[in-house]
T-cell receptor, first 111, second 110 residues
Framework: EAGVTQFPSHSVIEKGQTVTLRCDPI?????LYWYRRVMGKEIKFLLH????????ESGMPNNRFLAERTGGTYSTLKVQPAELEDSGVYFC?????????FGQGTRLTVV | RKEVEQDPGPFNVPEGATVAFNCTYS??????FFWYRQDCRKEPKLLMS???SGNEDGRFTAQLNRASQYISLLIRDSKLSDSATYLC???????????FGIGTKLQVIP
């Protein structure tokens, strides 16, 4: 069974550009989460989807971040325009009941 | 106050030592508890779930104290391969929001 997959694995963009990260959760998992880890800091919650609905987006830093989950399947996280402080590793996770499974993350570098 | 608090360490211990990590959580309605392990530049992976009755998996023992709202992880006979960051994870709410602690870094030295 495929795990959580994220694309791209790495992205280097210039300040002001737009980047879209994608996450494909484990098939059948209703819960999908986005997290971000900035160098030296803890993994921070961004938002939580239940199926296609945003259950909790209290962790989204600002309105430059937009997350969607089309049809309750894969999810995208768009950053527009990107700023230097957006650099970090963006993890996606999915779960059905309790244990959350993580993707390998997208390492975003904004220069 | 953070929802999940951990000592970030680092904990530097010799091979063969026993080491214990604690984690406290603020939401008394939290439902599920886990320890995840994260290796450098990798994604977090489940190490073990934590139950009120305590659970053991080889050299690893996890315990939950709901009254005091803390979780512990004990590693016996530390191996070099145990070097990693150990994340305390708590889920809460009807839709199982997953919250992480900052992680405790363990370095096992020869």
């Amino acid at each position: 069974e495929a795990g959580v997959t994220q694309f791209p694995s790495h992205s280097v963009i210039e300040k002001g550009q737009t980047v879209t990260l994608r996450c494909d959760p484990i098939s059948g998992h209703d819960n999908l989460y986005w997290y971000r880890r900035v160098m030296g800091k803890e993994i921070k919650f961004l938002l939580h989807f239940v199926k296609e609905s945003k259950q909790d987006e209290s962790g989204m830093p600002n309105n430059r971040f937009l997350a969607e989950r089309t049809g309750g399947t894969y999810s995208t996280l768009k950053v527009q325009p990107a700023e230097l402080e957006d650099s970090g590793v963006y993890f996606c996770a999915s779960s059905q009941n309790t244990e959350a499974f993580f993707g390998q993350g997208t390492r975003l570098t904004v220069v | 106050r953070k929802e999940v608090e951990q000592d970030p360490g680092p904990f530097n211990v010799p091979e063969g030592a026993t080491v214990a990590f604690n984690c406290t959580y603020s939401n008394s309605a939290s439902q599920s508890f886990f320890w995840y392990r994260q290796d450098c530049r990798k994604e977090p992976k489940l190490l073990m779930s934590v139950y009120s009755s305590g659970n053991e998996d080889g050299r690893f023992t996890a315990q939950l104290n709901r009254a005091s709202q803390y979780i512990s992880l004990l590693i016996r006979d530390s191996k070099l391969s145990d070097s990693a960051t150990y994340l305390c994870v708590v889920t809460s709410g009807g839709y199982q929001k997953v919250t992480f602690g900052i992680g405790t870094k363990l370095q096992v030295i020869p």
